[in-house]
């Protein structure tokens, strides 16, 4: 299976710009996708395709990478982007999600 | 809008059967298919496979092959997920997640439900 590894937590200040990394053992080209999960409910989709920004998601996210390396991008971080963010690979069967990023405002 | 409304939260004892269901709105059911995701009590994500809305046919990931069968109440726009022999690993929430096309044979799961709950415990 494709493991795809995340830092397991970050801590930044609103305002402030902030890189959360995936690193997946196997290439899945540019099929990886980022999903915002917050405390009791269910993920919700920010990025897709390494890069495309979903409807409706805040501009102050991005996304890129290929192959193996990907990052997520929220630039200026706000309050409400309190929450644990997994990146999730549709390359390789079986699909495979990392093992998530808790992000904590300071 | 779309939605995907999940069943309520279930208490069962181990070796007991659990049936989940996932009421599609605000699209067409069957052009569009239909993933499970599990997440146990403070972890993270895993893919359980997927059902084809269309024609029925569901694909399992392996670790959930045996136990586990996904169907479909095309009629009622639903997605159904129904567990046997329950273990107390089964413990978890349940996502069903539709899947849209993404780009050419790519494709990403773009809307959630709320997650359905299931507590197994003796």
């Known amino acids: 299976d494709t493991v795809l590894t995340q830092s397991p937590a970050l801590a930044v200040s609103p305002g402030e710009r902030v890189t959360i990394s995936c690193r997946a053992s196997?290439?899945?080209?540019?099929?990886m996708h980022w999903y915002q999960q917050k405390p009791g409910q269910q993920p919700t989709l920010l990025i897709y395709?390494?890069?495309n920004l979903e409807s409706g998601v805040p501009a102050r996210f991005s996304g890129s990478g290929s192959g193996t390396d990907f990052t997520l991008t929220i630039d200026p971080v706000e309050a409400d982007d309190t929450a644990t963010y997994y990146c999730q690979q549709s390359w390789n069967d079986p699909w495979t999600f990392g093992g998530g990023t808790k992000l904590e405002l300071k | 809008q779309i939605q995907l409304v999940q069943s309520g939260p279930e208490l069962k004892k181990p070796g007991e059967s659990v049936k989940i269901s996932c009421k599609a709105s605000?699209?067409?059911?069957?052009?569009?298919?239909m993933h499970w995701v599990k997440q146990a009590p403070g972890k993270g994500l895993k893919w359980m496979g997927w059902i084809n809305t269309y024609t029925g046919k569901p694909t399992y990931a392996d670790d959930f092959k045996g136990r586990f069968v996904f169907s479909l109440e095309a009629s009622a726009s639903t997605a159904n997920l129904q567990i046997s022999n329950l273990k107390n690993e089964d413990t978890a929430t349940y996502f069903c997640?539709?899947?849209?096309?993404?780009?050419?044979?790519?494709?990403?799961?773009?809307?959630w439900g709320q997650g359905a709950s299931v507590t197994v415990s003796s």
């Open positions: 196997e290439s899945v080209s540019t099929l």
């Open positions: 997640a539709r899947l849209r096309i993404a780009a050419i044979s790519s494709y990403v799961m773009d809307a």
């Open positions: 395709l390494a890069s």
């Open positions: 605000g699209y067409t059911f069957t052009d569009y298919a």
